[in-house]
DNA sequence: TTTAACATACCGACCGGTCAGTATAGTACT
DNA sequence: AGTACTATACTGACCGGTCGGTATGTTAAA
């Protein structure tokens, strides 16, 4: 991620960190769109100019980081020549992220809590989870194939890793206590026991 | 879990199925006062005889489903000799609870959301994820000192191992479309790579 | 280069609905 | 009579969304 691009123009990036800042520290709920708007320095028409609905702006904030999170992903993993290592490098990615962009994937979580009352951000949800199953799961199809591990039930263990990650996600946001550099060291040889 | 006891005067856990559900159906945020009411067979007036918030009431499901949880744990891997297959019984437990209970996981989720918001909550979940690791923790401690297995960084592996049951509930309830019997049956085997 | 016309961006008072919580009167069992 | 509980009606804070109006360009014909 990284930090949004901030060029001349792109109000609706800046309303979206702003709507970030407000969820991270409120969540959405307990956020108001005056909220987002006094974060952003200006009123709550001009954020309805841009947007036509407080969810909007959660939706658009859900999307930007879904597309970065892929971008980053392949830009990461591209390189490398073993499956195994692209996973073990997705991982770390992941961890990295984490550390990095702590306040992106707190504000990510408001949109969990939403997207489980609401049947549109519910699928762009599942969405994501098919995007990373697609993933996971040829990385595991390609590596058996070369020979490198062997794995007894693919789209199972694709899941198990999956989950992995987002479970250390939400703990992270919940509890803020996680050692998450000794979790990144630790990722290669959890990944090597889980493919040898 | 399997259902609360109903026996004659607990109104207060017939309260509690009622918000569950609800909770279940509509989330916290958009579940009334009036829709537990209306569920529970009641008006309004009556559940504030019993409890004195909305919020009060969320607690106290989740209060329950905790030690109930850690009820259910305990009682399972009891009788069990191995560390490693107490750790197996363990994850095997949580899918199971997950297929049977899945009602119950799903108005979980809501008190994650919530707690992310409210400061007393995430205290509770922080104090969840923390038996959790002693339940973990303690059972990678017991089976490395009787050389069962060995593991390179206890309290890492033990975080993840939590973060994936963790993962696979939320994903689950987001999406509905896992296949948990296929989970099940490779915990043993995704055990044992993880603890050789 | 003036001016009319239009576009973009923003302001903030206000409306209308929602809902947690309260007040109070009832009921029914002991 | 008292206690445990329930029903009805109400209040008031809160907040998403609207809208009339303003300000600051931009374009282009006169």
Redesign the pocket.
């Known amino acids: 991620m990284g930090g949004f691009k901030a060029s001349t ?1 792109d ?1 609706k990036r800046r309303i979206i960190i702003a709507a970030m800042r407000c969820f991270q520290r409120k969540g959405y709920v ?5 909220d987002i ?1 006094s974060e952003y320095g ?5 954020i ?3 947007y ?4 909007a702006i959660l939706i658009d904030l859900f999307s930007y980081w879904m597309d970065e999170t892929f971008d980053g992903i392949n830009a990461e993993i591209a390189p490398l020549e073993s499956s195994r290592d692209k996973l073990i490098r997705m991982g770390e990615f992941f961890i990295e992220s984490l550390i990095r962009d702590y306040e992106l994937y707190s504000s990510m979580m408001v949109f969990w809590g939403t997207a489980f009352e609401d049947a549109s951000m519910r699928r762009m949800v599942v969405d994501l989870y098919r995007r990373y199953d697609e993933v996971v799961t040829s990385l595991l199809v390609q590596g058996q194939a070369d020979g490198e591990f062997s794995v007894p039930d693919i789209p199972a263990f694709s899941t198990m890793l999956i989950a992995m990650i987002e479970g250390l996600i939400v703990r992270q946001v919940m509890s803020r206590s996680l050692d998450l550099e000794r979790i990144r060291r630790e990722i290669p040889s959890l990944v090597k026991r889980f493919l040898p």
Chains 1, 2 share one sequence.
Do not use: F, I, L, Q
């Open positions: 123009g109000k307990n956020t108001t769109v005056d708007a200006r009123s709550k028409g001009s309805y100019w841009h036509p609905s407080k969810k």
